[in-house]
């Protein structure tokens, strides 16, 4: 596949996951995506050469969703996995399979800055603990 073809893939991708997050979301996940979107496109291998596009833009909203805590109702904004798939029109089993390779590829955990929402990121718990003689504190 070419350079080109693989930047028209990300543009599309940009697009339907930009849809989706201003349309359910907010602009923090839209750009959480483009983000995401950007550095698969600058792997060696990139991930989303085959495939359906609309699996992979679904797939790029649940991994995200998935560290941010997307689908507790507790927070906000919410939508479930079905509701991601529902609206692209995928499987939820192709999608999260896919949101797998996605989180294990670029090492996504809880709380990790690079994709965390400003949400979690203010609301780190580990934003309040320091190290002192070894230990580890809560700051005050």
């Not at 923090?28 to 496109?41: N, R, S, T, V, W």
Request: charged share 30%; glycine share 4%; with cysteine.
């Amino acid at each position: 596949m070419t350079k080109e073809e693989i930047k028209q893939i990300e543009k599309t991708l940009q697009e339907l996951t930009r849809r989706f997050c201003l349309q359910k979301l907010d602009d923090d996940y839209a750009q959480l995506c483009e983000k995401l979107i950007l550095k698969m496109g600058r792997k060696r291998d990139v991930p989303f050469q085959s495939g359906k596009v609309e699996i992979w833009a679904a797939a790029v909203i649940y991994a995200l969703g998935s560290i941010n805590f997307l689908f507790d109702k507790a927070f906000e904004p919410y939508a479930t996995p079905d509701d991601i798939c529902d609206y692209f029109g995928v499987k939820k089993t192709s999608v999260s399979s896919k949101a797998k390779l996605i989180k294990d590829m670029f090492k996504m955990t809880y709380y990790i800055s690079e994709f965390s929402t400003q949400h979690m990121i203010a609301n780190n718990p580990f934003n309040k603990m320091v190290m002192i003689d070894g230990f580890i504190v809560m700051r005050e």
